[in-house]
Nanobody, 111 residues
Framework: QVQLVESGGGLVQPGGSLRLSCAAS????????VGWYRQAPGKQRELVAR???????NYADSVKGRFASSRDNAKNTVYLQMNSLKPEDTAVYYC?????WGQGTQVTVSS
């Protein structure tokens, strides 16, 4: 089973930026869709972005124009660049590939 490890979360002021990374084990990483999800306290986990093997992406309306996902197949890593962060972006962010989830990384947007 593939293992996913997220990193890059932290505390940032509103309007700031963070880049999350999701590193995957296994050599078949490049053929799968990778999803980014987030879960805020007291809320359901929601899909934020997906990146497909052909590098195409789609995003939730709430982050469209601010977040961008990319992938480096040579490094088995997917990235989520988050710009113009808002307090409502505060959540634990997870990546998912097939049935595997990462452990999550906390993003806190606060002044």
């Amino acid at each position: 089973q593939v293992q996913l490890v997220e990193s890059g979360g932290g505390l940032v002021q509103p309007g700031g930026s963070l880049r999350l990374s999701c590193a995957a084990s296994g050599s078949i990483f490049r053929i799968y869709v990778v999803g980014w999800y987030r879960q805020a306290p007291g809320k359901q986990r929601e899909l934020v972005a997906r990146i497909f093997p052909d590098w195409s992406t789609n995003y939730a309306d709430s982050v469209k124009g601010r977040f961008a996902s990319s992938r480096d197949n040579a490094k088995n890593t997917v990235y989520l660049q988050m710009n113009s962060l808002k307090p409502e972006d505060t959540a634990v962010y997870y990546c998912k590939m097939q049935d595997s989830w990462g452990q999550g990384t906390q993003v806190t947007v606060s002044s």
